[in-house]
């Protein structure tokens, strides 16, 4: 019975992992939520569970993204064109520049932002990034009308450092990496169907590194006894993850992030009366 239900648990977080890392509604704050709701509290199966399922989310990205990444890290660097800070593309010097801000302060704070895990704070933070979303869109309307940056090979070196510096936010629990990297982008001049895809590029080094952390200081929680847990986690999760993007990046062309903000309000107001 116990498998039984860390498999159904395992199910259910892949799903609610799918359906909100890309989305700027907080994966965190849900994957929390949920969590509790199910009465999942197994803290040695937890830690590996939840990098397992971001890791297929973040694969997931790679997968409908393939060209992108492969352009980047097999053509641009690998043949001749080292590309690393070449201005008339998407290079992995914009890659670089976007993850290391998020990198140098989330090694810097990493004991504290453990602090902050706490669904009250996350509340807090759910609040502001709804308030940042609505604040993008705004000015985005009223500077940006006629000159959005509609390719993301315009993309410049200090555009995607200006991002990364957003990205910061993220590691506030409830803020949402997408959401505050999406704001980021609309704020600097990005249409969102490209602030939102170079969101998701950003995605793949930062989730992916946090992964690879996460499971090397748990490693020897890892044993054969939860693997089935595990796959039907990632699956769950990377499916999720492949119909979430696709969906997204097609609303995204004739809808503006003011849903997405209204959502996070009333999730907090829910969230609110419910603790």
């Keep these: ?7 159904v648990i395992s199910f259910i977080l892949g799903m609610v992992e799918g359906l909100t890392e890309f989305l700027p509604i907080s994966s965190s704050l849900h994957m929390n ?3 509790e709701l199910l009465g999942f509290s197994d803290d040695k199966v937890g830690i590996v569970l939840n990098v397992v399922i971001q890791l297929g989310a973040v694969l997931s990205i790679v997968f409908v993204f393939w ?4 352009v980047v890290f ?18 992995c010097g914009h890659i670089i520049l976007g993850v290391l ?15 902050v895990f706490k669904i009250q704070y996350m509340i807090y933070f759910l609040i ?55 704001s980021g982008g609309l704020m600097v001049g990005l249409n969102r169907y490209v602030a939102s895809t170079f969101s ?7 989730i992916f590194s946090a992964t690879v952390l996460v499971l090397y200081k748990n490693f020897y929680f890892i044993t054969w006894e939860y693997f089935p847990v595990l796959v039907i986690g990632f699956l769950s999760s990377f499916f999720t993850s492949l119909f979430t993007v696709k969906f997204f990046m097609e609303i995204i062309r004739c ?9 996070r309000f009333i999730v907090a107001i829910v969230l609110c009366l419910f603790y």
């Design 1 to 7: 019975m116990l498998d039984l239900y860390l498999l």
């Design 33 to 35: 939520f949920v969590g």
């Design 67 to 70: 060209k992108s990444f492969f």
């Design 74 to 91: 097999i053509k641009r660097v690998c043949f001749g064109n080292f590309g690393f800070f070449s201005g008339s593309f998407l290079s």
């Design 101 to 115: 801000p998020t990198v140098v302060l989330g090694l810097i704070f990493y004991e504290n932002v453990k602090n």
């Design 128 to 182: 502001l990034g709804g308030v940042l979303l609505l604040i993008a869109e705004w000015f985005t309307r009223e500077f940006y009308v006629l000159d959005h940056i509609s390719n993301i090979d315009d993309l410049s070196y200090l555009q995607a450092f200006v991002i990364g510096c957003f990205q910061c936010l993220s590691l506030c629990p409830g803020f949402s990496r997408s959401g505050v990297t999406i």
């Design 200 to 206: 998701f590029v950003l995605a793949v080094p930062m």
């Design 255 to 263: 809808v503006s992030f003011v849903p997405f903000a209204v959502y």
